[in-house]
């Protein structure tokens, strides 16, 4: 290889380096980096019997899974924010607020349903990455079935509520 072809070859692999992590940023209205922030969260009612949309995360399993219809979002920061209801064989329910987040494939619990139908929020603050493991495959479910088309969301609130109405899993 000649001297020449050797400088073009590094002068091009110099551009790609410094041009790609640019391409990569989104950016704002000024040009500026944009910068993901999350939408302030606004706790919804309680969950009533008669909002509630079963959808099954695991065949084998005992526990019954349903989504809120009346309090399933989708916020300008791109989060499907909903209230999970689990209930066990036995009649035990387990309420809570989440929020999943397509782009990053991440979940994130906002509060906890008392017993009272009032709301304690989630003494943790942070998103956490949706595992697609054999047990809690209920947030793996969530996304993959009903939220998100790839890494974005797939659609408004209404198409996903009637997804998960029909049982029309995305895939």
């Given at each position: ?30 040009g ?21 949309l ?15 219809a ?101 895939k």
């Amino acid at each position: 290889m000649s001297l020449t072809m050797l400088l073009r070859s590094i002068a091009l692999l110099t551009t790609i380096f410094v041009a790609l992590p640019l391409c990569a940023q989104q950016e704002d209205a000024d040009g500026a980096p944009a910068v993901w922030q999350e939408t302030a969260v606004k706790l919804p009612a309680a969950p009533a019997k008669e909002n509630l949309l079963s959808f099954n995360p695991n065949a084998s399993g005992t526990m019954k899974f349903a989504i809120d219809a009346k309090s399933l979002t989708v916020e300008k920061d791109e989060v499907v924010r909903y209230t999970l209801v689990i209930t066990s064989a036995a009649g035990a329910s387990n309420v809570s607020y989440e929020g999943i987040r397509c782009k990053t494939m991440e979940k994130k619990a906002y509060a906890f349903g008392q017993a009272d139908n009032s709301w304690s929020l989630a003494k943790r603050d942070a998103w956490d990455a949706i595992a697609d493991g054999r047990v809690n495959r209920q947030h793996i479910t969530l996304a993959q079935d009903f939220f998100c088309d790839g890494s974005r969301v797939a659609g408004k609130a209404e198409n996903i509520i009637e997804r998960i109405r029909r049982n029309r899993p995305l895939k």
